[in-house]
């Protein structure tokens, strides 16, 4: 780990983390990219989106572009009817919502438990995971919203 | 970027545009020290701005600037070489300009430019020196102006005209034409022309600057406020939300029926109505924003050319959105472009037709509707039809006979298609002739459109109409597959429900759906399936032959094509929100918009989605859409069926002719006698196999056509069928194969025209017996077409039914056989012909007692009320679709038994 990201990742782990579960899986996004949490209604689906473009949705007058955490992580589609929740994140003009299971605490972990994206974790993953933090119990995935919101990658990644 | 820095860019671009304007006036008024120390003000304070921020470059071009400007202030004379040094500074300072938005000034050498103010300086001094009296003469101008320029490398300015060619070459030019004894006198003339013509642009082009001078612009500053577009369009998001939320509002209010709310959210509504109003109008800028920088484009163009031109504009107050401003800059500076250099002649063709050497270009705003219209009229050579014919056919972009048909007006829209220009010449003022298609395509992006008016010598009028915003548009609401769509109301010509046995139905021509609309075919896509929301069954045979289908028909420039969708729900004016960079590649829709009950669809480009269906431009008639007013250009644009049969040549029939398309399991062939019959529609149809056609085996499909003829069928069984083209039959060669009238081109392949009157004659054989029996002498037929075509698939249809046909190319010949005293039972006419048409055609025939009693049949591929009583009135017993056989077949019994009745 170099220095600069080494920072990156000090000031992050000291300003918190909001997390979110997906699957069985804790993962976390950095608190100062989070806009704010909501739980997406009415999502309208976009034909020939790529895959993990859940749709878009209204959210006080801003159109939200919704990715589906799950579809993107490779992971099984939500059951019907089951709760979900986002998380807005606002890039320039455009706010996007990342979809999870449910919403957990703020997590301010120490920045000397994050380690790199293990070596053998799969290639969808590691392009949308940052690194992950070892807490206590189990590990936090650090979220690369970059990453997530990136439209080539998005696409590879099906 | 720092907000101080930001700030000065913003008064700095006005700052600029103003000394451009106001240089061009100075120009002119070279005494007038009012506009001069005006100029050296705004000069001097960007100098000093650009040297509060250490931006070097600037400030050393802007001193350069201003020390030649300071020189114009103590007394030197004013050249255009002079305004036109300063002017290309200008342009340098907002070149760099641009490049600080980025944060920094951008590196770069400027000494060309500088020395080139200072030089024109030190000349001036060099002549001030000599000059006894502060006057200056034509001479010293001359000098002035060429000494220095020749002095200093003129490649810093390439992109610049080269006035000093227009001042070398005028005199010398005009010393040949008359021998006036002095030369130099009519150089400054024509320099003064130019002056003034520039003068009365400014004039004209501004007229709301020139009102506000003085006093009355102090005052008029400060009622303004300037404000961020963001700041306005968070204001618009901000509105939109409001309207959300009173929509909703109203939802519950409707259903809690609680009578005390009613009065309240009334005023609700309606002060978020004039909100959004509002903020509508806070986003809009008067036209003339666009039209800033034309009178400066106008002057160098009139330079270049060496082509006086004044620039008149009107409107120039008209309000627009500014993102809609923003879209029509470009094919504003192009039309201009294109109607100096080849709109306006030059001065000795002026001369010659009789017009003012001033060219004129007149600029004109004003609203209409929910739109703009901005004219671009020149008051030159117009465009010449024949140079034009010349050039679609150099080009290959139509056939001579195709051409034959146009009218000028016709004609002049050829100039739309790409590649097309009629100037040989590559000039560096309009470019290469790319233009005109890019300056329909722009307008066309923003749901505008184009026209072209063009009389004769008189000049040209270009017409934009464009809408007068894009943010908020009005749209139909579309569903389709379970999803909602919005489709952009512009280019939406018309909703048709289609349904089997009305006058809109679809049908299919292999797997194609094409509606029929009013004669023509329009092909149809599926919104769902060209979106992948649905497989190839959208266009099962069987979707379209039971219920009702819902098609928007859409027109784009040239292009026209159906779209199928499960049902428009409303129409709805929605605020337009671009799209999410994720879904950038999307490129079917053109952004999004979030409807009432808060939910978010997307907009529909209807340019990519014709693109996407592969809905091709050139396949489609250009001039659809100038209707039935024209009726000539469309006459042999038919739809062709294309096929396989037997051999691989591609094979053509006029898609009229065939009643259906069968796809039949071969074990439902029955071989009886020599021949095959199908068991059809509660009949035996005999089933007729072209040469070579490969029959199928059990259960396989075999592809059939059907035809009818008085209900009964007749089916011709082929090997595949290929698609439907529009085409204009050409026929290239004809043919001595039975069965085969001639071969074309269609899209570019060699396709054999099927003689489809050969098989039906042969499958219908036993009936043209009966006819001739019932009848008791052949009756005699004229069929007079200037086409080749139609007298060739006409005739032995007439023949296979039993008529003795005698044929005509051209309303003369008919005539002949007239003069010969020959009769005929019936004249079967084409209207359109070239020469005499079908209507002075039969009015002749009426006129002649010998042949006035002849029942006449008038044949045409238009169709309209007015028409049809035109026909009347010259005497026709009936009219004809040109595709019809069937009618043209009624229409003759009809004739017939009156004729069996009289006799």
């Excluded at chain 2, 972009?397 to 100037?423: C, H, K, M, N, W």
């Excluded at chain 2, 109409?465 to 512009?490: M, Y």
């Excluded at chain 2, 008529?803 to 010969?820: C, I, M, Q």
């Excluded at chain 2, 070239?834 to 009693?853: E, N, Q, R």
Aim: glycine letters at 8%; proline letters at 5%.
């Amino acid at each position: 780990m170099n220095q600069k990201t080494s920072d990156k990742i000090r000031r992050q782990a000291a300003e918190g983390y909001v997390t979110a579960m997906v699957g069985d899986q804790l993962f976390g996004v950095a608190l100062c990219e989070v806009r704010d949490v909501f739980v997406p209604k009415g999502i309208c689906r976009v034909p020939m989106a790529p895959p993990s473009v859940a749709g878009l949705l209204s959210l006080r007058g801003r159109v939200v572009t919704a990715i589906d955490l799950r579809r993107r992580l490779g992971l099984p589609a939500r059951e019907e009817g089951a709760p979900s929740v986002a998380i807005g994140i606002e890039r320039g003009q455009e706010v996007y919502g990342l979809v999870a299971d449910r919403i957990g605490n703020v997590l301010r972990p120490d920045a000397e438990s994050f380690e790199p994206n293990p070596i053998n974790l799969d290639a969808g993953w590691s392009g949308a995971c940052a690194g992950i933090h070892r807490l206590e119990r189990g590990v936090m995935v650090v979220l690369d919203v970059e990453s997530l919101l990136d439209a080539e990658k998005l696409r590879n990644a099906a | 970027m720092d907000e101080l820095l930001g700030e000065f860019l913003a008064e700095t671009d006005e700052n600029l545009d103003r000394i451009d304007a106001e240089l061009l006036r100075f120009e002119r008024e070279p005494n007038n020290q009012e506009i001069l120390n005006k100029i050296f003000r705004l000069v001097h304070t960007l100098k000093g701005t650009c040297g509060f921020f250490g931006l070097d470059r600037l400030s050393a071009i802007a001193h350069a600037a201003e020390t030649r400007l300071g020189r114009y202030r103590d007394g030197q004379p004013v050249t255009v070489e002079g305004v036109s040094v300063v002017l290309a500074s200008i342009d340098r300072i907002k070149e760099i300009l641009k490049g600080l938005e980025d944060g920094s000034e951008p590196p770069g050498d400027d000494s060309d430019l500088i020395s080139r103010l200072e030089a024109l300086g030190e000349a001036a001094e060099y002549e001030a020196v000599e000059r006894t009296e502060p006057a200056p003469s034509a001479h010293e101008l001359k000098g002035e102006r060429t000494r220095p320029t020749r002095s200093v490398a003129p490649e810093g300015l390439i992109a610049r005209p080269q006035p000093r060619s227009f001042f070398n070459a005028a005199p010398e030019r005009r010393r040949e034409e008359m021998p006036a004894p002095q030369p130099e006198q009519t150089a400054q003339d024509d320099a003064a022309a130019v002056l003034q013509a520039e003068a009365d642009q400014r004039e004209n082009a501004e007229p709301e600057r020139k009102k506000a001078s003085g006093d009355a612009e102090k005052g008029d500053l400060t009622q303004m406020v300037r404000v961020r577009v963001d700041t306005l369009e968070h204001l618009m998001i901000t509105v939109s939300e409001l309207v959300l939320t009173r929509n909703q509002l109203m939802d519950i209010a409707r259903r809690t029926d609680e009578p005390t709310l009613k009065a309240p959210l009334h005023r609700l509504s309606n002060v978020t109505s004039e909100l959004q109003r509002g903020i509508m109008k806070a986003r809009m800028l008067p036209i003339s924003k666009a039209w800033q920088k034309l009178p400066r484009l106008v002057r160098e163009l009139s330079l270049t050319l060496d082509k006086p031109i004044k620039l008149v504009s009107e409107g120039g107050h008209v309000e627009l959105d500014r993102q809609v401003l923003e879209f029509i800059r470009d094919p504003l500076t192009h039309l201009i472009r294109n109607a100096a250099d080849h709109g306006i002649e030059s001065r000795a063709e002026r001369r010659a037709a009789g017009k003012p050497e001033q060219g004129k270009i007149r600029l004109r705003a004003f609203a209409e509707g929910g739109h703009i219209v901005i004219e671009v009229a020149d008051d030159g050579r117009g465009l010449d039809a024949r140079a034009i014919y010349a050039k679609c056919i150099e080009k290959g972009i139509a056939s001579a006979a195709e051409l034959d048909r146009l009218s000028d007006a016709q004609l002049q829209q050829f100039v739309f298609r790409p590649g097309f220009s009629t100037t040989n010449q590559i000039t560096d003022v309009s470019g290469r002739g790319v233009g005109l298609d890019v300056v329909r395509s722009d307008v066309e992006v923003i749901g505008g459109t184009v026209e072209l008016k063009s009389s004769g010598s008189q000049g040209s009028v270009f017409s934009l109409r464009i809408p007068l915003t894009l943010a908020i548009t009005a749209a139909l609401i579309v569903e389709a597959e379970g999803l909602t769509f919005a489709l952009p109301q512009d280019n939406v010509v018309e909703v048709v429900r289609a349904h089997a046995g009305s006058d809109y139905r679809i049908e299919m021509v292999n797997s194609a759906p094409q509606l029929r609309l009013r004669g023509k075919l329009v092909p149809v896509f599926d919104l769902a399936e060209l979106l992948g929301e649905r497989g190839a069954e959208a266009r099962s045979p069987e979707r379209f032959e039971g219920g009702m289908t819902t098609v928007a028909v859409l027109e784009l420039g040239a292009r026209a094509f159906g779209l199928i969708v499960d049902d428009v729900l409303r129409t709805e004016d929605i605020v337009v929100k671009p799209k999410a960079h994720l879904l950038r590649s999307l490129s079917v829709f053109s952004g999004n918009t979030i409807l009432g009950d808060g939910s978010v669809i997307m907009i529909i480009d209807p340019t990519a989605l014709a693109n996407l269906a592969g809905v091709d431009e050139l396949s489609v008639d250009i001039l659809a859409a100038s209707e039935e007013a024209v009726p000539a250009p469309e006459e042999e644009k038919l739809p062709l069926l294309l096929f396989r049969a037997g051999s691989r040549v591609r094979k053509a029939v006029p898609l009229s002719l065939v009643t259906r398309l069968e796809e039949i399991p071969a074990s439902k062939l029955e071989l009886c006698d020599d021949g095959y019959v199908l068991r059809y529609r509660g009949g035996l149809m005999p089933v007729l196999f072209m040469d070579g056609v490969t029959k199928q085996s059990g259960d396989e499909l075999q592809p059939i056509l059907v035809f009818n003829e008085d209900g009964r069928h007749m089916g011709l069984a082929i090997d595949e069928i290929v698609d439907v083209a529009e085409e204009t039959i050409d026929m290239e060669l004809r043919s001595n194969t039975a069965g085969v009238l001639g071969t074309c081109l269609v899209r570019g392949e060699i396709v054999e025209v099927v003689d489809v009157s050969r098989y039906v004659g042969e499958g219908m054989g036993h009936r043209i017996l009966v006819r001739e029996t019932e009848s008791s002498r052949t009756l005699r037929v004229l069929l007079v077409d200037d086409s080749q075509f139609f007298r060739n698939m006409l005739a032995p249809l007439l023949a296979a039914s039993g008529y003795d046909v005698s044929l005509a190319a051209s309303a003369h010949e008919a005539l002949e056989l007239k003069e010969e005293r020959q009769r005929f039972d019936v004249i079967i006419s084409d209207l359109e012909m070239p020469d005499l048409d079908g209507i002075a055609f039969a009015k002749m025939v009426k006129a002649d007692p010998h042949w006035a009693d002849t029942p006449m049949i008038a044949l045409s591929s238009h169709s309209s009320p007015r028409l049809i009583a035109r026909v009347r009135a010259a005497g026709f017993t009936d009219y004809v679709g040109k595709f019809d056989r069937q009618k043209l077949m009624d229409a003759l019994d009809a004739c017939v038994s009156s004729w069996e009745a009289a006799a």
